[in-house]
T-cell receptor, first 115, second 113 residues
Framework: KQEVTQIPAALSVPEGENLVLNCSFT??????LQWFRQDPGKGLTSLLL?????REQTSGRLNASLDKSSGRSTLYIAASQPGDSATYLCAVWSHRGSTLGRLYFGRGTQLTVWP | NAGVTQTPKFRILKIGQSMTLQCTQDMNHNYMYWYRQDPGMGLKLIYY???????DKGEVPNGYNVSRSTTEDFPLRLELAAPSQTSVYFC????????????FGPGTRLLVL
């Protein structure tokens, strides 16, 4: 069974720091990996999607890398801002045990950036 | 373009009551999903649909039912609510499964007492 783990569970940093959020998964047979942002009381917003054949994706101050063979991904946030405060969820799309495949989510990293 | 909308935003149910969580998307997506998120946990798939009239079970389907009569709507029915169904429910959609981003609604917070 696919299991997704995110470390750390919570992170509190001053504004301006560069951050690394970690995600690991147990089954390397994935189709893609996605990073989401979740604000309190709201739904999930997709940040980055990395196909299994790709090594990284970038969007603005965000950069996500994928090492499928080792079952790891990192989300790098440059020059963090208070507006980055949210929970960041990692999810992998896998077809194991399912004809159509589905997303397996980690528990998230709760990020607080203080001024 | 509203994306994925969910109603209600919050509901309190008594044990044994039933209710329907509504989900509508206006992006003409084929695939729709229902997830639940328990405190401090990741999202778990309840049911999904690959098109009108076609639904299938996810990881945690017990106690729930779904239907998909139109492309736009994917309601989730709770029969005989139990305290274990206290959770936040998210509906999502995607154009097709696997290779594209899923778009999420704002969620329905359900409390069963």
């Amino acid at each position: 069974k696919q299991e997704v783990t995110q470390i750390p569970a919570a992170l509190s940093v001053p504004e301006g720091e560069n951050l690394v959020l970690n995600c690991s998964f147990t089954d390397s047979a994935i189709y893609n990996l996605q990073w989401f942002r979740q604000d309190p009381g709201k739904g999930l917003t997709s940040l980055l999607l990395i196909q299994s054949s790709q090594r990284e994706q970038t969007s603005g101050r965000l950069n996500a890398s994928l090492d499928k063979s080792s079952g790891r991904s990192t989300l790098y946030i440059a020059a963090s801002q208070p507006g980055d405060s949210a929970t960041y969820l990692c999810a992998v799309w896998s077809h194991r045990g399912s004809t159509l495949g589905r997303l397996y989510f980690g528990r998230g990293t709760q990020l607080t950036v203080w001024p | 373009n509203a994306g994925v909308t969910q109603t209600p935003k919050f509901r309190i149910l008594k044990i044994g009551q039933s209710m329907t969580l509504q989900c509508t998307q206006d992006m003409n997506h084929n695939y729709m999903y229902w997830y639940r998120q328990d405190p401090g946990m990741g999202l778990k798939l309840i049911y999904y649909s690959v098109g009108a009239g076609i639904t299938d079970k996810g990881e945690v389907p017990n106690g729930y039912n779904v239907s998909r009569s139109t492309t736009e709507d994917f309601p989730l029915r709770l029969e005989l609510a139990a305290p274990s169904q206290t959770s936040v429910y998210f509906c999502a959609s995607s154009h097709w499964t696997g290779g594209e981003t899923q778009y999420f609604g704002p969620g329905t917070r359900l409390l069963v007492l």
